[in-house]
Structure formats: structure tokens, C-alpha cells
Nanobody, 125 residues
């Protein structure tokens, strides 16, 4: 397991933007898919986006955020980012950073091996 610490959440109006960051204490993130999940009140935790360990590989997104959110990583800084644009009220949730097992994807909750503590994102209408 690796320690993950999110930052950057907050309150924003619909149509606005936020950028989340996830820093890790791991020696490296080069071997890990790193992703973001979210959990709204009364709902199950769901996959949002992830960036792959594969050099030149494409990030992958939930359909609900495609075209609005961008996930990226800086292996040297051991940090993962989630740029969220055109935010909507239904994006309101606690957002969690997640890491999979080495060389494995993080497509689902069951594939996650390490979680951050979460950061609240609230989008007002």
C-alpha cells in the first residue's frame, strides 16, 4: 500500500473549474495506474478517471466526465492531477485518489489497493 494525500477540493459554481492533486509517499508511481474515484451522498463510490503506468498509454475516463475532466501525472513529483472543467451540480462528491496493484489497472473499486482520505468537491447551481 502507498499513502495518498489529496488536495484542491472546494466549492465552485456550475460551469467553473477545479484542479485536484494527489501526492504520494511511494518511492515511485511509475509502476502504477493512478486514478480518481468519487462518492456522492447515498451513492456508491464510482470510477472517474485514471492515468496508466504504460509509457505513451492513454488515460481512461468514465463516460460522465469525458471531455470535461483531464487526468495527468508527474512521475518525478510523484503526483497525479485531475483538472475538472465545466463542472455540474451532479459532480458534487468526495473525490478519492487511488492506486492499483503494480502494472494493473484501476477501473473499479475492487481493483484499488490504496486510497487517499478524500477531498470534498461541491458544485452549486
Amino acid at each position: 500500500q502507498v499513502q495518498l494525500v489529496e488536495s484542491g477540493g472546494g466549492l465552485v459554481q456550475a460551469g467553473g473549474s477545479l484542479r485536484l492533486s494527489c501526492a504520494t509517499s511511494a518511492q515511485t508511481i511509475s509502476y502504477y495506474d493512478m486514478g480518481w474515484f468519487r462518492q456522492a451522498p447515498g451513492k456508491e463510490r464510482e470510477f472517474v478517471a485514471a492515468t496508466t503506468w504504460r509509457i505513451g498509454g492513454s488515460p481512461y475516463y468514465a463516460d460522465s466526465v469525458k471531455g470535461r475532466f483531464t487526468v495527468s501525472r508527474d512521475n518525478a513529483k510523484k503526483t497525479v492531477y485531475l483538472q475538472m472543467n465545466s463542472l455540474r451540480p451532479d459532480d458534487t462528491a468526495v473525490y478519492y485518489c487511488a492506486a492499483g496493484a503494480p502494472f494493473q489497472g484501476v477501473y473499479s473499486v475492487s481493483s484499488v489497493r490504496s486510497w487517499g482520505q478524500g477531498t470534498q468537491v461541491t458544485v452549486s447551481s
